[in-house]
């Protein structure tokens, strides 16, 4: 194989290498033999380069291997390269200008017939080639976005490296805990009837590395969520985990916002400028309805209850009369969607929980609506001077609960700028979103759970409400959102083990539980812990946003189906009974 070890690669010859012998190996992507002469497109990693196989140049022997190519088989070829002839040329190549004219050929590994053609990947089930990933693996899209993911994590090495960060590994094999998701349960054998649990994050880990004394510390973190799936959620993932001492939510936020920054200039060349805007939890849920709002469009959410607060329609007074909200969105131009059209949202809306949607489209002369009949002049001229709505406008309106209203219209906006090409996609659209609740009640549960997590310290104004009114408390927390999509999220941690022990007791433990659990966390905060605050990023969203992609698994090498399996490696699987009886299980039917 030494005779055949490659001076270039496929993707990289130019008309500058004219005249040059060079080695290429890489696999056939495409063959046509045009009679006495057969060209091949030949690809590795880097790209296409086409090569012709003579008789002429060849010789009996040799051509005969050339004959027997097909698709996906492993080639080494010497040859000379030469600038393609007039009219030849192939614009849609990188390559296209030269051909490499082949003296030797060397079959390195043959190829059955693949199930779907490689440069056609991306139109066949997803099954068929998540089964043949090895396969799909070979295309030039999930290549790209690959290589793409690699010189994003060495962009965010190099910037944290460049902060005095140190990249430190966590377990795997740890404690399972109650909060969060369902963990994955590893046996242990050398325990019988003990557990391991994978890691949902390395969350407690990285805070007693800041206790430890390490002070910047960062790991692309293996993480494991036994939970429903959807596009964006696997049962491994990682994300670039991050915690820092001695810092306060401005100086996390600032540093974080500078690596995404740089990691955009590096990787995309995109630039973005600083101080990324911030918007308090609430005032995101007024105005866009999402805690991640997609800030690419306009069409906020305006809120119109106090000027119908008296009316007479008995969808608006009831409402007002529940202590609910009404709101609305102005659809620029919307006026002339067709009575279809206008079903087809409300029918959306009521498949999302509302009772109904109220529209009004402005007309020259009057303002068009099923429901203007109920309204007073001046409460139509309300809605339409708080909408700011224009001749030609379609204005919607929803009645019910802030959280009801509020999810409604944010979904039903993200449907219409879609629907309407509103969105720019080569945009990139930071935020932060700041101020979060602290808890979120549970009905279910009946109690009150973490909206991050239980280390998330309090705003010093609201620790107080930890007894008084949990509900009201807000966090040093903070998310970062891309195009509408929530990047990562963090908080600045309680150090304080009286103010984790209010904090266990405002999510229902009691003082035996909160020590069983985190006994040795708590003992931990005695021994002198800095003021700490950390984040984490989704790798795998990140990497689906800057491609440009639908699904996380179109960025993971060896991704899970939607319920979690491996279709290539036919995993999860039963273990042989052998296993089992050392580790002492036994299943149930």
Known sequence: MTEWKRTHHCGEVRKTFAGQTITLNGWVN????????????????????????????????????????????????????????????????????????????????????????????????????LKYRYLHLRSKELQETIMLRHRTVAAVRSYLDGQGFLEIETPLL??????????????????????????????????????????????????????????????????IDVEMSFVDRDEVMKTMEDMIIHVLSEVKGVQIESPIPRLSY??????????????????????????????????????????GVIKGLNVKGGASFTRRQIDQLSEQAVSMGAKGLMWFAIE??????????????????????????????????????????????????????????????????????????????????????????????????????LESDPGKARAKAYDLVLNGVELGGGSIRITSRSLQERMFAALGFSME????????????????????????FGLDRLIMLLAKRQSIRDVIAFPKTISASDLMIEAPSRVSDRQLDELKISLRD
């Open 174 to 239: 740890i404690r399972s805990t109650p909060e969060g998701a369902r963990d994955y349960i590893v046996p242990s054998r050398v325990h019988p009837g003990e557990f391991y649990a994978l890691p949902q994050s390395p969350q407690l880990f990285k805070q007693l590395l800041m206790i430890g004394g390490f002070e910047r510390y960062y790991q692309m973190a293996r993480c494991f969520r036994d939970e429903d799936l959807r596009a964006d959620r696997q049962p491994e993932f990682t994300q």
């Open 30 to 129: 495409r063959r046509r033999d045009l009679g006495q002469v057969i060209f091949v497109d030949l690809r590795d990693r880097s790209g296409l380069v086409q090569i012709v196989l003579d008789p002429e140049v060849l010789g009996p022997e040799q051509f005969a291997l050339a004959e027997r190519l097909r698709s996906e088989f492993v080639i080494s070829v010497q040859g000379i390269v030469q600038e393609r002839p007039e009219g030849q040329v192939n614009d849609k190549m990188a390559t296209g200008e030269v051909e490499i004219h082949v003296s030797q050929l060397s079959i390195l590994s043959e190829a059955k017939t693949p199930p779907f053609h490689i440069h056609q990947a991306s139109d066949v089930d997803e099954a068929l080639r």
């Open 282 to 323: 609430q005032e995101a849920m007024d105005r866009y309805g999402s805690d991640k709002p997609d800030t690419r469009f306009a069409m906020e959410l305006v809120d119109v209850t106090e000027h119908l607060g008296n009316s007479e329609f008995r969808v608006f007074a009831d409402t007002v009369s529940t202590q």
């Open 364 to 465: 020259e002369s009057q303002i068009r609506s099923p429901i203007a009949k109920f309204l007073s002049e001046q409460e139509l001229d309300a809605i339409r001077k708080t909408l700011a709505g224009e001749v030609g406008d379609l204005l919607l309106l929803v009645a019910g609960s802030y959280d009801l209203v509020s999810d409604v219209l944010g979904r039903l906006r993200l449907a219409l700028a879609k629907e309407l090409d509103l969105i720019d996609e080569n945009l990139y659209n930071l935020l932060w979103v700041v101020d979060w609740p602290l808890l979120v009640y549970d009905e279910e549960a009946g109690r009150y759970m973490a909206a991050h997590h239980p280390f998330t310290a309090p705003l010093d104004e609201d620790v107080d409400l």
């Open 513 to 536: 539980e909160a020590y069983d659990q985190f006994g040795y966390f708590l003992e931990a905060f005695e021994y002198g812990a800095p003021p700490h605050g950390g984040i984490a």
